[in-house]
């Protein structure tokens, strides 16, 4: 995921939401992060600081005073150790004192000594973290460059619903994982960048459809690594249960008259689009309002061909980079490289959608990246995640490729 181990400095202050950091802890070292702990001695009040030293294999800091080697000074020493800080939870203290530039503790004394980026994750009662005061310092220290994980909204331990609750480790990792992505792919910032995902889905009547087994998983990995990487995303989503990426604007869409609406009216901005939704290539040509009941006879539907979107996109193609998807079950490559061709693509992935663990629903897919006027690039089985990443790497050159000409 990462080239070695980065560096993440997580101080830990006094709340309720302690648990979630702890749950950050061990989410961040599964991650392939080499995590260190500061807490402040209200955050020991709600989990001991033995707890994060087993999830983060690291010393646990709290004493200012605490120096176990004369030859460092301890808070200047893991300030300079970061790559980045996370400061989760964050209270209202804490904020107020770093905007200030009060160091009283472990915390708050190495804070001011970091130069490395910031994230901060608010947790507080709803109408602390509405309070003048409250957002004034969050103002202060946004202009100072640091970053803030916005509170989700729902039930807090106080007794109130509203915004407050420090935004989940999940997400927290995500925000850590695209920080450390955007150093390494400084390039993407500012390409806008359109994926399309999933099935559709043509109707018949009110109960039954048409559509196929895509599940969305290779376009969603897609999505969320091109935002990772600092990239302007747009995913245009079939039906799938999946959740939105995160930093992704998505689009949900149903039927392939929907998904071309979509793609068409965003494609002039975009600098890159990858088709790896399953668009239905057929419809019913007629469709009712209510229920088709059973009987006795053999029943016919008649089907209509919906429009090629891949196909338009190429024929529009002016400045973009084209990509697109090729599942098969047979003559796998050579249907892939006739359709590199006959929709005008820079580049296209061909998969077997009868492999085992590649294609439609799995998390993994062994894919095929065909190129013109270049030896085809086949990769192993891989996690989807990862398959994305080469997709990306590979759009990487024909960017270059694009701009030497």
């Known amino acids: 995921m990462m080239s070695g181990k980065k560096r993440v400095l997580l101080c830990v202050t006094g709340g309720i939401a302690v648990f979630k950091a702890a749950a950050l802890t061990s ?55 970061a790559d980045l800080v996370i400061v989760a939870p964050a209270t209202a203290n804490v904020i107020g004192k770093i905007a200030n530039g009060i160091a009283d503790d472990m915390v708050t004394t190495t804070l001011l000594a970091v130069t490395a980026p910031v994230m901060i994750a608010p947790a507080m009662n709803v109408h602390m973290y509405a309070h003048p005061a409250v957002t004034k310092n969050m103002d202060t220290l946004r202009s100072f ?33 695209a920080f450390f992505s955007q150093q390494l792919h400084p390039q993407w910032k500012g390409r806008n960048v359109l994926v399309t995902a999933g099935p559709t889905q043509e109707t018949i009547d009110p109960v039954r459809f048409f559509s196929n087994r895509s599940s969305g998983k290779m376009g969603y990995s897609i999505a969320e690594e091109a935002a990772k990487r600092g990239a302007t995303v747009t995913l245009v989503s079939g039906p799938s249960s999946l959740l939105d990426p995160p930093g992704v604007t998505t689009v949900r869409v149903t039927t392939a ?71 098969e079950s047979e003559q796998v490559i050579s249907y892939a490289e006739k359709k590199l061709q006959s929709k005008n693509l820079d580049m296209v992935c061909a998969n077997s959608i009868v492999d085992p663990g590649s294609g439609f629903q799995s998390n993994t897919n062994a894919i095929t990246l065909i190129r013109r006027d270049q030896e085809a690039q086949s990769l192993p089985l891989l996690q989807k995640k990862e398959v994305a990443t080469k997709i990306l790497d590979a759009a990487d050159e024909l960017f270059e490729e694009r701009d030497k000409r």
């Open 145 to 177: 460059g640091y970053t803030f994980i916005e509170p989700g909204e729902g039930f807090l331990a106080c007794g109130y619903e509203g915004k407050g609750r420090m935004e989940e480790p999940e997400v927290i990792v995500k925000e850590a994982e």
């Open 257 to 327: 008259e929907e998904m071309y609406d979509a793609v068409i009216s965003r494609y002039h901005d975009q600098d890159l689009v990858i088709k790896s939704a399953a668009v239905a290539d057929y419809r019913p040509s007629e469709t009712f309002e209510q229920k088709v009941k059973k009987s006795n006879d053999d029943m016919t539907i008649p089907m209509e061909r919906t429009k090629d979107i891949l196909k338009e996109l190429g024929e529009r193609k002016e400045h973009q980079i084209l990509v697109g998807f090729a599942a």
């Open 27 to 81: 989410k961040l070292s599964q991650s392939g992060f080499d995590v260190k702990v500061l807490m402040t001695k209200s955050a020991a009040e709600f989990v001991t600081p033995l707890t994060f030293q087993a999830l983060s294999r690291n010393p646990v800091h709290m004493d200012t005073f605490n120096e176990k080697d004369p030859e460092k000074i301890a808070h200047i020493d893991i300030a300079d150790w």
